[in-house]
């Protein structure tokens, strides 16, 4: 009887995750696999780091892409986020690991939603709702092969739940959950988002401030909760903060982009793509008009009837202060979401943190938010003046739905060819449609009309309740939708079980068959392990060093050695090698060259010898003969970076960048020596326990003073 209430008092919430889950149904039951930037970027990367600590190491170097970088350091590569902590408890980072990552963001995004709406209009049904409606509108089905995108997008109403009520209450353990959402967002979405959420937490704390300046006690409360807040985010995030730190001069990507010539203002939200509130099946074309923007940016459906119910609530309580200002917000984030096609982007473009990110589109995120939250509003006073009633008016709804069902007919007649092709790619899940833009529209039309007249006739059949229908009509509508957009933006038509298969195939360890041979050919395909759908970044999963691969995450000194073809010429050596000659400007392309040194003496044809190399966790061995009498440079080829240390017999010897970017030894004469690069960074161990611990500690913070005790949950079933 206890579990029958339970389940009867959190019906709304548990009918939207099964709906949502429902309606992903290729991923929930792992029938298919996600796409593009998850399977090439964001799986490599937790792969990477989860093999290295079930060997037992710390995650310090990537030698796998790239010719390396501090793996640790890198904001999108899950290594300081809770949520893959647990996830590798299970084991290593494989595709089920990234498909439930996936689908858990989905999730998470309805549930605050579904929070921070019943926060704000106090109803379960609409709650579940609105948040039905955030989890499967076109910011995460249209943007779900971007992982930190959807992360950004799934903490934004927690945090927003939090910041409301600590805002209503002045409680700290609203503020302590405002700090861990923020801290959860920052360690596990795109920076962009981050940055965001930072204006809006200083944005909301002045308003605070203002409300209360002239309550002394009020206003020095909330100034000694803001160091707390400040004081916890850092907490959490001290050793996200302290590898950023640490790699921010060797990183080639701190400053601000250009604002014209690069690729800041990328995929922006223009007008042409507003046709996706009403019908975005259109936007997935593949018209001309869209090339501006990616096919994954362009969606921002939310649903039809909660559209409706944002301008309801817009044209009858235009005169409320919030509505404005609600409103207000909207028409800014659509128009900063345009990016450089407006002049604010211009603007925005000189504050802190702006102009080191791109794919303005993103912004149109906080513009649904707020609508949806307005139409949240809407609904709730439409349910309570009763105003669904003329819905039970048969001939308006006759009259209705013949006049729209005559519309679908007569488009259907005119490309009844093409929207015959459109039903058989959906069931084919085709990736790229040819299809026309016009046919995308008149077969969303369709199904909008079907599903209107199906949930009417339910409706009416079953006697159901004004929100069992919404919810319904909804589910329907963005389920379709879901469906629609499947193939091109989630996932791609590839079964599971090959990537099963795949992660049994790959070595356990450090795979380096061959040391001796040019970089060059340790690239993503030369004899290496592989699945379709894993287009990059193949060398992580087979542990093999490469001087390719795919990740914004790059040394400078990488990218510098890339655009003047130094690479080119280091990549024509192998792992370790002893160079001959002196590079000149008119040397040409082979191997043995040194450059960017003082001691150029060190440097000439000897009978030096490399004896055996190891590729090891985090460090290379190499066992050498120097037959000189002279000092003579040892190269590795491994980007530099200062973290990493140098032994020659068990006696630290300087690093030097040398080649532009990679690293160099000077090994001493006449002898046989084994040198030895180990990356060395143990305060970065330490703060990861901190880090742990601090997590758990707010955890249970926020469990001990948010889990409803028993007698309260008892009064909130009755």
């Known amino acids: 009887m206890r579990l029958l209430k339970l389940l009867k008092t959190h019906r709304y919430f548990l009918l939207m995750i099964a709906a949502i889950l429902i309606a992903l149904w290729p991923l929930t039951f792992f029938v298919l696999t996600p796409k593009w930037d998850n399977v090439d970027a964001f799986l490599p990367y937790r792969y990477f780091l989860s093999d290295y600590l079930w060997n037992g190491y710390f995650p310090f170097w990537n030698s796998f892409q790239l010719m390396g970088y501090p793996a640790y350091a890198d904001p999108q590569s899950g290594m300081w986020n809770p949520l893959t902590w647990i996830i590798m408890l299970f084991g290593k980072y494989t595709m089920k690991s990234l498909i439930f990552e996936v689908l858990f963001y989905f999730v998470l995004a309805g549930a605050g939603m579904f929070t921070l709406t019943k926060a704000l209009v106090n109803h379960k049904g609409i709650g579940a709702i609105i948040g039905l409606c955030y989890a499967l509108s076109g910011l995460f089905v249209g943007s779900a092969q971007l992982m930190v995108f959807l992360a950004g997008t799934a903490y934004l109403p927690w945090c927003l739940y939090a910041l409301y009520n600590y805002s209503k209450y002045l409680s700290l353990k609203y503020l302590v959950l405002a700090a861990l959402f923020f801290a ?91 046709i996706s509130f009403i019908l975005p099946y259109g936007v997935i074309s593949n018209s001309e008009v869209f090339n501006i923007t990616d096919s994954t940016l362009r969606n921002a459906y939310f649903g039809i009837l909660t559209l409706f119910f944002f301008f309801y609530t817009v044209i009858s309580f235009y005169k409320k202060k919030k509505v404005i200002i609600g409103f207000l ?78 519309v679908g007919i007569g488009l259907y007649l005119n490309s009844r060819e093409e929207i015959n092709a459109a039903f058989q ?62 193939p091109r933006t989630i996932s791609y038509h590839i079964k599971y079980d090959g990537f099963k298969t795949f992660f049994n195939k790959i070595p356990n360890d450090i795979h380096q068959p061959e040391v001796d041979t040019a970089l060059k050919k340790y690239d993503d395909n030369n004899g290496l392990i592989a699945v379709g759908g894993i287009w990059h970044n193949r060398s992580t999963f087979n542990k093999t060093i490469s001087y390719n691969g795919y990740n914004p995450f790059k040394i400078k000194y990488f990218e510098t050695a890339r655009k003047d073809s130094s690479l080119f010429f280091n990549i024509e050596n192998p792992l370790f090698f002893f160079p001959k000659s002196i590079k000149t400007d008119t040397s040409s392309l082979r191997k043995g060259l040194i450059w960017g040194v003082e001691n150029f003496e060190h440097v000439q044809e000897s009978e030096n010898q490399i004896l055996s190399i190891n590729v090891g966790y985090n460090q290379f061995k190499a066992s050498v003969v120097n037959n000189s009498k002279n000092s003579r440079w040892l190269l590795l080829n491994q980007n530099y970076y200062p973290k990493w240390k140098a032994f020659i017999n068990d006696t630290e010897v300087k690093v030097y960048k040398v080649n532009t970017h990679i690293m160099g030894v000077e090994v001493p004469p006449n002898g046989t020596y084994t040198v030895l690069f180990k990356y060395k960074a143990s305060y970065m161990v330490y703060l990861a326990i901190l880090n742990i611990i601090a997590f758990i500690w707010v955890f249970i913070y926020c469990i001990k003073v948010f889990l409803p005790a028993k007698k309260e949950l008892i009064n909130e079933e009755n």
């Open 329 to 406: 917000g909207v028409v800014f984030f659509l128009i900063v979401a345009a990016g450089g096609e407006t002049f604010v982007y211009r603007i925005l473009y000189f504050l802190p943190g702006f102009g080191t990110f791109s794919h303005p589109s993103f912004f149109r995120s906080y513009a649904v938010v707020i609508m949806l939250l307005m139409a949240g509003y809407g609904m709730k006073v439409f349910t309570q003046k009763n105003q669904f009633n003329y819905l039970k008016r048969k001939k308006n709804v006759f009259v209705l739905s013949i006049s729209l069902l005559l």
């Open 425 to 486: 790619q959906l069931m084919n899940l085709t990736e790229f449609s040819a299809l026309s833009f016009s046919t995308h529209i008149i077969f969303n039309l369709l199904l909008l009309i079907a599903i209107i007249i199906i949930v009417l006739q339910l409706k009416h059949w079953l006697k159901l309740s004004f929100i069992t229908t919404v919810f319904l009509f909804a589910f329907l509508d963005l389920g379709i939708q879901t469906m629609l957009t499947f």
């Open 184 to 274: 959860l967002n920052t360690v596990s979405a795109s920076p962009a988002f981050t940055i965001v959420l930072f204006y809006i937490y200083v944005a909301w704390f002045v308003y605070l401030f203002l409300k209360n300046i002239k309550l002394r006690n009020q206003l020095r409360k909330i100034v000694l909760q803001g160091f707390i807040l400040i004081g916890v985010i850092l907490i959490l995030l001290l050793p996200y903060i302290a590898s950023l730190i640490e790699f921010s001069p060797y990183f080639q990507r701190v400053s601000k982009l250009p604002y014209y010539g690069g690729h800041l203002l990328n995929n922006p939200f223009t007008l042409v793509s507003y």
